[in-house]
């Protein structure tokens, strides 16, 4: 049957357009019981005589009560999951993995295109009448069909939809009436709150004043949003929440050019991070004044925690102008813009974990609570939530999700999802790291690990009689490694030839000949992009088996590899390249430390410490062959930690030592990185997946420079190789002046990122840290997918393979390099914040006195950065009250802080001596603690 | 986007191998010798045959031992909704060609030398397919002006969305970007606007020929009921 859907639609240009789709109606879609008679089941769900039809709202709002394992037997309609799709794309998502998982029962039924339930729009209906509607006919219809075999239940908390089906002869029920005929009164907790204008009632029991009162300004509609946009009063952008000072945002947008500061949850006006927000700027004199507000709100919050020294540029606080504006010298700083927020135009609300604020028990156990949840992450305000277990909860860490912000109350509300753990736990920090970085940690599914090769395996003749794998397994091929590493990816050789040069091979793990595309093993690998190394433990990107043996290089067994073999005059100078498939046998694992002992020990002879020594002295020349070309030595706060064996826990913390054997391995990775990247980009132009660098701005080096004069530095930041230079001429009296320069160096820039080669011009492809005109990831990819990705790019272009579909699909090139950039950034995040953690559980027990440097002046105190143990916080030296009282003053120039008698003054760089010791001024947020001896 | 379903369906409800409803009439401009509608879903184009008639205009005859096929292809102001120039643009001289050699292909031209047919196409209603939607017309208008061919020359189109062929793109699929294949059958005219890999190519053109087929079963019918009702009249 045909029928024609008319509707109007608003093109890109702004105009209105009639448009006519045709609708093929079907009779050949099932209802999915497995009870029914006349319908096919051979794709049925349903096995329970009960089932529930889902209205549209209960999906958007209830989804973490659907996805609790007490709901099951559910109906999903085709025009529930549009609409939900329409309206918020990540709980579409997680429906849609519901429809799909075989241990749940949720079956989609395709309304829209069945002949009985098809629903033509009536006059003057708007469009959610209309799915209204059609929910109601489909649940009549599934009422008629089943008959007396199942009883079929409607679940809305749409109270017009509610009436007007059980008018209809539909039995209908709200979810809160559902989940408590279930008769588990822990799903209540589940259950999202309904917002404030849906009910009126329940304002009457909470009689605190303050409610009443409306907080925050009112929403802009989203017509007003746009008009808005369009004339340019308003901007639009995301919201992106300073992570060192919650009541400070920034919004980057593209029609001012520069980032708008918002100052103030009232000006925050309920947006989260994350969110795309349209805001408005105030006048040009409320941007001081909004400043002067900011730090008196602060008080409500506690200050800057001590971190992990910052990296990079992405995670280092940009606090530089508040500093300055209260030193006094308002004219010298041009005012950035501030603004307010005036709608939002997409939320960024999933679920947080943290803890509640702790409370006393109310009187009678069992009944509702009203608590308070601390989220883990400070972006983020504190949650309200209902529980029924409160006595349970209040020493956990849970999972909580944000429903709604209203505008009479301070903060937003939720409902608690999950727990974790107990506080405290390393086990349930652990967890609360990966959730929080939203790294997924759970066991391979059968459908993965069924991709697997059979065990045990070994290489097979057919491997071996493979006309594109070369047999090198004569070879006398090393690897060099972390000490206890399992994940060897990398192995090298290097042979003298008789002309005088010397081949040098490097051979990486033939992981894409496990691993093929479109299998679940490379969709799930392509979703995880990384391993993820914490401090006790790995989150392997693919299932141990492939990790730590199929795939890994080890010693005296053979392997497939993909290898890099170059001719090398003994200048360096690569004279030939060339790429095979191949089957090694690896003679040695060496850790770094052996690896050193061995080439410094001038009695050995052996074979394999020659080719370490001829190595060495080749990687030497590279190095400073691509230190002249101006590749920067950047250097950052890594910190290595001795842990106990059997409880876990920490024994010491030391600085991570590089010694001329990791140096040596990471010249040929690179070398060989810039070999395929060549050879890639030479054969797929437009889709070779490649990494940059983005050259920093001088606005971006500006912190750098400032600290630079103020000590009588002057570094020149004009090319890579400039800055490089001058990095090397920053030697102090102090020895750890340099590395100190460099870290502040490192912390000025962006991280590199991955993208598709078709997405920009080949000058932006550049990397500035290497140098490099080119660069790409080759050496790991055991744990790292783009790796994978660059090793299928490299056997098409040696005809081995042939190329994936996805390479065909730019926009899909451009999104799985978007994701493992996301991917990769949080393995980071979550690898600093398990140092974190484990630095706290260090000194916990342990306060320590230690030498520390200066890196920053602030208003009341400075930052310390302590070299022995990598971390970075403030110290204060007025007390936490008088804040701005008058006993100190910056000397913005000489980057000072000076007491008004001109006693003492700490200046930039300068080493002091503080102590440390964890603290708890908060409950359930320990953190440490810096005073100055 | 999504264009198939995880439950198989396409937006307009359709399945990967299901062409949308096919409409068509012979005999609907009287004056022409031979004329037809065709309808593939909201796509609709008219076709109108004059001819073999005697070559009007004698430098454009290259060769003598054979009739000389013109056709002129075009589409209406009102067809897509909002208002197109007229200007005779790349795409429609290159769809004029593409045809025209389709038909010349097929028509046994040495059989009329020293003759022009003409084919007029406008497209009346554009939803995707135009292309294959104008070569259907015109066999049909060919064969209704009895112009000897050497089979009825077919034409669907297949294309490949979100890792699935798809069968008959309408507009909405068709504008998506993905790679598309136009066939005809007979003689052979494959015409594609994006990559593909050899393999996926070859089941997106193993579809668009079922879709030819099955479109030349449905032609043939409306043809054999013509031819019916040309007997009967006579009879009468």
């Keep these: 049957m045909l029928q024609s859907k008319v509707f109007n639609k608003k093109t890109r240009g702004g105009r209105i357009q009639k448009q006519v789709r045709e609708v093929y109606l079907r009779d050949d879609i099932y209802c999915g019981a497995f009870a029914c008679k006349s319908c096919d089941t051979s794709a049925a769900r349903l096995s329970s005589p009960k089932i529930i039809v889902l209205d549209t709202n209960v999906v958007l709002h209830q989804i973490d009560l659907l ?169 639009q952008g995301k919201l992106r929440v300073n992570r060192f000072n919650p009541f400070e945002a920034y919004v980057g947008s593209e029609s001012i050019g520069e980032e708008i500061i918002i100052y103030g949850r009232s000006n925050m006006n309920r947006a989260f991070d994350g969110d795309i927000v349209a805001i408005e700027l105030l006048p040009r004199d409320q941007w001081q004044e909004e400043k002067a507000l900011s730090i008196a709100e602060e008080d409500e919050d506690e200050d800057d925690t001590v ?103 301070r903060y937003p509300s939720g409902h608690y999802v999950r727990p974790i753990g107990k506080i405290g736990d390393r086990e349930t920090e652990t967890e609360v790291v990966l959730i929080e970085n939203d790294v997924d940690y759970s066991p391979f599914s059968s459908q993965v690990l069924a991709c697997l090769p059979p065990l045990p395996w070994s290489v097979s003749s057919e491997d071996v009689s493979n006309p594109v794998r070369q047999d090198l397994r004569h070879l006398l091929v090393f690897s060099v490694d972390p000490p206890g590493c399992k994940d060897i990816d990398d192995a090298l050789h290097c042979t003298s030839l008789p002309n005088g040069n010397f081949e040098v091979g490097v051979h990486i793990a033939d992981v894409t000949n496990f691993v093929h595309p479109g ?41 497939l590899a993909f290898s890099v073999i170059w001719e090398m005059s003994p200048e360096a100078e690569i004279i030939s390249t060339r790429f095979t498939k191949s089957i090694i046998k690896s003679s040695a694992a060496l850790s770094y430390v052996e690896a050193q002992a061995r080439m410094d020990d001038s009695r050995l002879t052996d074979t394999v410490t020659t080719d370490l020594r001829n190595m060495n002295t080749l990687a030497k020349i590279m190095r400073q062959r691509r230190i002249d070309r101006g590749a920067l030595t950047l250097a950052s706060a890594e910190v290595k930690f001795q842990i106990d064996t ?184 979550a690898s600093r914040a398990s140092v974190e953690l484990h630095t706290l559980i260090y000194f916990r027990n342990r306060p320590t006195d230690a030498e520390a440097r200066v890196v920053k002046i602030r208003s009341n105190g400075f930052i310390v950065f302590v070299p022995k143990y990598g971390i970075e916080g403030p110290v204060y030296l007025t007390a936490k009250g008088e804040k701005g009282a008058g006993d100190w003053y910056v000397d913005e120039e000489k980057q000072k802080i000076v007491k008004m008698d001109g006693s003492l003054s700490y200046s930039v760089l300068q080493t002091v001596k503080i102590h440390m010791e964890v603290v708890e001024p908060q409950p359930n947020r320990p953190k440490l603690q810096l005073t100055l001896l | 986007m999504e264009y198939v379903s995880p439950e198989g369906l396409r937006l307009d409800g359709r399945r990967f191998n299901e062409m949308r409803q096919i409409v068509a009439e012979i005999g609907v401009v009287s004056k022409a010798d031979g004329s037809a509608v065709f309808e593939m879903g909201n796509t609709k184009v008219i076709a109108a045959v004059y001819g073999p008639r005697e070559i009007q205009n004698k430098s454009q005859q290259l060769k003598h031992d054979r009739a000389l096929v013109l056709c002129e292809y075009s589409m209406a102001q009102f067809s897509t909704g909002d208002r197109r120039r007229q200007k005779q643009d790349r795409r429609t001289t290159e769809l004029s060609l593409v045809i025209r050699q389709t038909m010349e292909a097929c028509i046994l031209t040495e059989l009329m030398p020293h003759s022009q047919i003409d084919i007029f196409l406008q497209v009346l209603q554009a939803d995707g397919g135009t292309r294959s939607a104008c070569i259907n017309a015109a066999t049909l208008a060919l064969a209704d002006a009895g112009i000897p061919m050497r089979d009825l020359a077919v034409s669907c189109s297949a294309g490949y969305l979100n890792s699935t062929p798809l069968l008959d793109l309408n507009y909405v699929e068709d504008s998506a970007g993905g790679a598309d294949v136009t066939v005809g059958i007979l003689p052979k005219t494959d015409k594609m606007d994006a990559k593909l890999p050899m393999e996926t190519f070859e089941t997106v053109f193993a579809l668009a020929s079922e879709g030819c087929k099955a479109i030349a079963e449905r032609i043939r019918e409306v043809l054999e009921e013509n031819t019916k009702q040309l007997e009967y009249r006579r009879a009468a």
């Design chain 1, 67 to 235: 996805e609790n394992q007490a709901i099951d037997n559910v109906v999903v309609l085709s025009v529930v999951l549009d609409e939900v799709k329409n309206r918020n794309r990540s709980v579409y998502n997680r429906i849609r993995a519901l429809c799909s998982n075989p241990a749940k029962q949720f079956y989609v039924f395709s309304n829209h295109v069945h002949k009985d339930t098809y629903v033509q729009a009536m006059e003057r209906e708007s469009a959610n009448d209309h799915n209204d509607r059609a929910i109601r006919v489909a649940t009549l219809w599934y009422q008629k069909h089943l008959g007396g075999t199942s009883q079929v239940l409607l679940v809305t908390n749409d109270r017009e939809n509610k009436r007007k089906a059980t008018e209809e002869g539909i039995s209908a029920e709200t979810i809160e009436a559902y989940v408590k005929s279930i008769g588990q009164p822990d799903l209540l907790d589940l259950l999202a709150q309904p917002t404030a204008e849906d009910i009126t009632m329940e304002d009457a029991d909470d009689s605190r004043p303050s409610k009443r009162k409306l907080v925050y300004l009112e929403h802009k509609p989203m017509s007003e949003i746009t008009a808005g946009l369009h004339r340019g009063i308003y901007h």
């Design chain 1, 519 to 559: 299998t679940p093993l490379d969709d799930e690998a392509s979703k995880r992009g990384t391993s993820v190394y914490l401090v006790d433990r790995r989150i392997d990107m693919l299932p141990k088996p492939l990790t730590e043996d199929i795939c890994s290089l080890r010693a005296d067994v053979e392997r």
């Design chain 1, 646 to 829: 059997e409880t876990h826990d920490p024994l010491d913390i030391g600085m991570y030592q590089i010694r001329e054997a990791n140096q040596m391995v990471e010249e040929f990775m690179l070398a060989a990185n810039v070999s395929v990247a060549e050879q890639i980009l030479n054969q797929f132009s437009s889709c070779s997946l490649l990494r940059r660098h983005p050259t920093p701005t001088r606005e971006m080096l500006e912190p750098l420079l400032r600290t630079a004069a103020a000590i009588g530095l002057t570094l020149d930041v004009s090319s890579s190789k400039a800055l490089a230079d001058s990095l090397d001429r920053a030697v102090g009296e102090d020895p750890y002046f340099n590395k100190l320069i460099r870290i502040l160096a490192t912390r000025c820039m962006t991280q590199a990122v991955y993208f598709c080669s078709g997405d920009l011009t080949p000058p932006e492809y550049h990397h500035y840290g290497l140098a490099a005109p080119l660069y790409t990831h080759f050496t790991s990819p055991i744990r790292r997918y783009a790796d994978v990705f660059v090793h299928r790019l490299l056997a098409a272009s040696l005809g081995i393979y042939k190329l994936p579909t996805v390479f065909q699909d730019r926009p899909q090139l451009t999104s799985v390099a978007d994701n493992l950039n996301y991917r990769h950034r949080n393995a980071q995040m």
């Design chain 1, 307 to 409: 971190h992990l020294a910052p990296n990079s540029a992405d995670d280092a606080p940009r606090i530089s102008s508040l500093a300055q504006e209260t030193s006094g010298d308002k004219n010298a700083v041009p005012a950035r813009p501030s603004g307010r927020v005036v709608g939002v135009i997409r939320r960024n609300w999933h679920s947080y974990c943290g803890s509640l604020e702790p409370m006393s028990l109310p009187a009678g156990s069992g009944g509702t609570a009203h608590a308070l949840f601390v989220s883990k992450d400070r972006r983020i305000p504190k949650i309200r939530i209902n529980t029924r277990q409160l006595q349970n909860l209040l020493n956990m860490r849970i999972v909580v999700a944000v429903d709604s912000w209203d505008r009479q109350s």
